[in-house]
């Protein structure tokens, strides 16, 4: 029995409905934070509060629906400027005396701007067009397009040919990807799950700074291989194994600082993947430590695509922070094939909740600005624009592309998809659904065979919903949207976002 | 041609099955002692006790018989063969031909010279076949004080059945313990005290000297202490020995029962055996012997039918088992139990609770498991069977053997995952064996 | 003949289908009802083992030879022609040979039941029309109910 004398509040209450529970101990087994326990002498099943986290892992799994999760209140006087959460996080920092981590994206009351931008829908001019009956082009290409390309005639067959080199292209047969997650920040079922959904659905996963596990070679036709700044498992055949290769600046979630896996967590499979001793420390640096200007960048994508005989995309992924229009032009020039955008919104396994919360801008933004920085210069055409960073649903998919964005990538979507609840807990290592762990008893939980059909799932259906809108707007093909932004407008967003954005008013 | 059948038990319905499987055509000819189908005999009791109907004591309906071809003569009796021609004669004078032949004529109740003169008596019966059945039943009404004489396993659920008719039961047993067969002395410890609680009076290390009759009812019994007992009734719970005596005269090779190879085969070609009847292979003393107990004669039944109907099957060989649930005392015991007399190098290793009245034991020779009791402890014991039968190394499982819970999480995972996943399931056939060790 | 097949990989032990078992084999397969108001609750035919991080469940094999129908003395257990074994409690005297022959330990005491010795045993839950109830509440697809060849 533990006596710390503590300040913290309990953020959850577990209600259990004793009529309805059968005292057959499933919680108490699943919950990994402890929030449950049988009391023998009383025949009850009882709940501490304290340690709940309402990942929902018992409500799921106790037969008779006899628990349900809610909210604690706030106990504290209400105060607009010492809101509870402010409260809790001084208590525990006054406490601990240490930097608050957390998990997923940040929550903060940020505007959501997918929310506040609508589509068009055609009507008597311009007729929709029906999915069902006529074909619908969802498939999109990323890669450098040439400025023009030479059309060359056979002199004997007279069939028309590209004379042009054109630079190696990835295909998507739905413009959304599985975002960079590493093996150590989630399990290798989770990571089997997406690659295993990627190849079936013809889209693509990413490895994240993690290196590539060898049982998921197999997935290399659908892998992003990611370089990251402490250069997990990065060697030759790592490269030439996926389809294209990322090299990771920033991501939304922590933009400006590295990551930091703890020793405990790396075990033998990871310590091989990553290429590093099992136990320690993994630590990635704040910067590349050989990327120190643009043309550092420019040397490291050039050696990649020389390491690579020029066969493989090479994107470049940064947070959207404050100039992330002027740095997406630099890396445009520098050579990449692709440029990532990681906005406030996005997801990670452990990030300090001050930087989270508090550093990088929101996607929508990001997209609409960097996507006109790069017509007005004259060279969108030579990176495609990936973006990423909360995304819920196909309309916000949809939004983004005609923002500008070409793809976009998934993370927590993904995750969700696999059971996640957005609990935020990942950072502790003990994820009751088998994702945010190694813990086998945990992983176990987490089956590929349902996870992949999931994730799966999750594609198809945004696919036809992609679709629906796309023939609602008239439109036949997912090129014709890409940053048509007339197809938008905007309600209850004001100027300058509304000029940022640059989309109308709806009515106007 | 037939298929012929001597006996009408658990061990002749195998064999009929098992030959349908492979032989729809050939008729198959079953010659029955008693006058009914084939039934349960282990049921007299529970007959009695009112836990069972008559008509569910039979172990098939009469449809099986004619859907399957089998044609069965009831009330004869088998009298002698003729292998080179290949007969069975009858007590009728009827003569009948087979192709091949199963002898499964079971057991007889074993009555020591010094009662046969009182066999005849009104009021005293032996407790093995349905005209015993209806004897007791006739007298229950009439009758208070029964004395069994015998307690191993029919004369203590002899006793069972009438005490859950409210009779006042003695028992004379000869050993030191009842049920000395298949249980030691603390075990039995535990049934002494369950007979106590129910007002059983049980004399051991006794027996009948013998009986005083008046008008051709037994009315006293002089026990060998010295002890006279005044009694309505009296079953001779003694025992059975193989029915052989209609082979006289030709070469199947007899030892107490019929000796046969482990395909049920007899020294005789065509001629099989099977049952209470056949001296069979035994997996614990590795040697031939008889064993009185129903799965084996289910099984051997089997692998008798398979042989004669051309599909070739290798009995693996007998484990003694015996379950027996008396009122509130159960056991389950499988091997070698009396070591007294068998190893001298016999490791023991016990568990016991007597207040929970627990007892279980394991008797190990050579780190393999050769004998086990488990008394009111039987939850999921039938996993024992593997290690007796797949001579699996006993110290690994040592403490989970001994445990209230065994389950298959301490074997080998490979091992285990073949078995819960197993596509046939366990087995008789040497072709088992081959698998698992 | 489609069977119960339990993979330890993907066990997480939580047990849903030892209730979901009992509920379906109760009279009126409410949970609530089942549990507590029911005169007999029922004892699960499907056990899942566990210790440390392994756990699995197990059930009845329906051997095509199957040991329990040999010991049974009464009948009471018996092999349809689906190739199901099957018990009948009518029949059933609780002599418990089939616990003692079990190979698998797949039969057990029906311990609630207090006037009459009886079994349970898994019976593939064949009058349930979506099949088995414990493959249907394994919430990671550990346990499969599939045919395959032997």
Redesign the interface.
């Known amino acids: 029995m533990k006596f710390t004398f503590s300040l913290k509040p309990e953020n959850f209450i577990i209600e259990r409905d004793d009529?309805?529970c059968?005292r057959?101990?499933?919680c108490v087994?699943?919950c990994s934070y402890n929030a449950h326990y049988f009391l023998e002498e009383k025949n009850k099943v009882l709940g501490i509060n304290h340690n709940c986290v309402g990942d929902g892992r018992c409500v799921?799994?106790c037969?008779?629906n006899a628990i349900r999760i809610r909210q604690a209140e706030n106990p504290y006087r209400p105060n607009h400027n010492w809101s509870k959460e402010k409260m809790m996080d001084l208590y525990e920092q006054a406490e601990n005396g240490t930097v608050l981590l957390v998990g997923m994206g940040a929550p903060t009351p940020h505007p959501v701007y997918w929310d506040k931008i609508i589509l068009n829908a055609s009507q008597v001019t311009n007729p929709s067009i029906d999915p069902l009956r006529e074909p619908m082009e969802v498939k999109t290409y990323i890669g450098s397009k040439p400025d023009k390309i030479e059309v060359v005639f056979d002199n004997k067959t007279k069939k028309p040919d590209i004379k042009t080199k054109i630079s190696p292209q990835l295909e998507l047969e739905i413009p959304v990807m599985f975002a960079a997650m590493s093996f150590g920040a989630i399990s290798l079922n989770a990571c089997k799950s997406l690659a295993k959904a990627a190849s079936e659905m013809g889209t693509f996963w990413n490895t994240g700074e993690g290196g590539l596990y060898r049982d998921l070679y197999q997935y290399g036709k659908n892998t992003i291989v990611q370089v990251a700044s402490g250069r997990f498992g990065v060697h030759l055949d790592y490269l030439n194994a996926g389809a294209a290769v990322e090299i990771k600046i920033g991501q939304g979630a922590k933009p400006g600082i590295g990551g930091h896996l703890p020793g405990e967590k790396v075990n033998h499979e990871i310590s091989v993947t990553r290429a590093m001793p099992e136990g320690a420390d993994a630590i990635s640096p704040a910067p590349h430590h050989d990327i120190y200007s643009i043309e550092d960048l420019r040397q490291l994508i050039y050696s990649i695509k020389e390491a690579t005989d020029y066969e493989k995309p090479v994107f470049i992924k940064i947070s959207a922070v404050h100039n992330v229009a002027a740095i997406a032009s630099g890396i445009v020039r520098a050579g990449a094939d692709a440029v990532v955008i990681d906005g406030i919104r996005g997801g990670t396994g452990a990030a300090p909740k001050i930087i989270r919360d508090n550093v990088g801008i929101p996607i929508e933004l990001a997209i609409a600005v960097v996507d006109e920085r790069l017509r007005k210069e004259g060279i969108r055409n030579q990176a495609s624009l990936i973006a990423a960073g909360g995304f819920r649903n196909s309309s916000d998919v949809i939004k983004a592309i005609a923002l500008g964005a070409d793809a976009v990538y998934i993370g927590t979507a993904a995750l969700m998809t696999l059971g996640c609840h957005v609990c935020g807990m990942c950072y502790k290592g003990i994820c009751n659904w088998g994702i945010a762990t190694q813990r086998?008893?945990l992983t176990?939980?987490?089956?590929p065979?349902?996870g992949a059909e999931r994730a799966k799932n999750l594609l198809k259906a945004w696919k036809h919903e992609i679709q629906e809108m796309l023939g609602a707007m008239g439109i036949n093909s997912i090129e014709s949207l890409r940053g048509n932004r007339l197809n938008l407008r905007a309600v209850d967003i004001h100027e300058p976002y509304l000029s940022i954005l640059g989309i109308k008013p709806a009515g106007a | 041609m037939s298929y012929v059948i001597i006996g009408n038990g658990p061990a002749a319905i195998a064999a009929c099955e098992s030959i349908r499987t492979t032989d729809k055509e050939k008729q198959i000819i079953i010659i029955s002692k008693e006058d009914k189908y084939a039934y349960g005999r282990p049921l007299i009791t529970y007959q009695i006790a009112g836990i069972v109907e008559k008509e569910n004591m039979f172990l098939r309906k009469k449809e099986f018989y004619e859907k399957n071809n089998i044609k069965v003569l009831l009330g004869k009796e088998a009298t002698g063969i003729d292998p080179k021609n290949k007969i069975v004669k009858l007590d009728d004078g009827a003569q009948i031909n087979y192709e091949k032949l199963l002898i499964a004529s079971g057991g007889t109740p074993f009555i020591p010279p010094v009662y046969k003169e009182y066999m005849d008596k009104e009021n005293i019966t032996t407790f093995i076949k349905w005209e015993d059945m209806e004897k007791l039943e006739k007298m229950l009404p009439e009758i208070n004080n029964v004395l069994i004489v015998g307690g191993g396993l029919i004369g203590i659920k002899a006793a069972e059945a009438l005490v859950m008719k409210n009779k006042k039961v003695f028992i004379a047993e000869l050993s030191k313990r009842v049920l000395s067969t298949v249980i030691d002395n603390k075990g039995a410890y535990y049934f002494h005290k369950e007979l106590e609680k129910n007002n059983i009076f049980l004399f051991l290390e006794n027996t009948v000297k013998s009986f005083k009759v008046k008008k051709n009812r037994i009315e006293k019994a002089v026990l060998q202490s010295g002890e006279v007992l005044d009694i309505d009734a009296v079953i001779m719970a003694i025992g059975v020995k193989p029915e052989i005596s209609f082979i006289k005269g030709t070469n199947i090779n007899t030892n107490v029962g019929i000796l046969v190879d482990d395909s049920m085969k007899t020294s005789v070609d065509d001629i099989y055996a099977a049952g209470d009847v056949a001296e069979s292979y035994d997996l614990v003393y590795g040697s031939k012997r008889i064993g009185p107990i129903w799965v084996s004669a289910s099984e051997q039944g089997r692998i008798a039918g398979y042989n004669m109907a051309g599909k070739k099957a290798s009995y693996r060989g007998r484990l003694i088992m015996n379950s027996i649930s008396f009122l509130k005392t159960s056991l389950i015991s499988y091997g070698i139990i009396n070591t007294d007399i068998e190893y001298e190098k016999i490791n023991v290793f016990e568990y016991e609770r007597p207040d929970l009245n627990i007892y279980r034991r394991l008797n190990v020779v050579d780190n393999r498991l050769i004998g086990a009791i488990f008394v009111n402890s039987i939850y999921r014991k039938g996993i024992i069977t593997r290690f007796i039968i797949e001579k699996l190394p006993f110290d690994k499982y040592k403490d989970i053997l001994l445990s209230p819970n065994i389950g298959f999480i301490e074997f080998e995972k490979e091992y285990r995952n073949r078995e819960i996943n197993s596509v046939k399931g366990y087995s008789k056939t040497k072709t088992n064996l081959e698998n698992t060790v | 003949m489609k069977k119960l097949y339990f993979r330890e990989e993907w066990c997480v032990g939580c047990g849903r289908c030892e209730v979901a078992c009992a509920i379906e084999h109760s009279e009126s397969k409410h949970p609530i009802i089942a549990y507590f108001h029911e005169k007999i609750r029922q004892t699960p035919r499907i056990v899942v083992e566990r210790k440390g991080n392994i756990s699995f469940a197990n059930t009845c094999r329906h051997c095509e030879e199957p040991d329990c129908v040999n010991a049974c003395i009464a009948g009471a257990l018996y092999k349809d022609e689906s190739g199901k074994v099957l018990y009948n409690p009518n029949k059933c005297v609780g002599c418990y040979s089939c616990i003692m022959a079990c190979p698998y330990g797949a039969i057990m005491k029906d311990i609630n039941r207090k006037e009459r010795k009886q079994i349970v045993k898994c019976d593939l839950c064949n009058t349930r029309k979506e099949g088995p109830a414990c493959a249907e509440a394994c919430p990671n697809r550990a346990i499969i109910f599939e045919e395959k060849e032997g």
């Open positions: 009529e309805r059968i057959c101990g499933a087994q699943q799921a799994i037969p008779t086998e008893d176990k939980r987490l089956n065979e349902i």
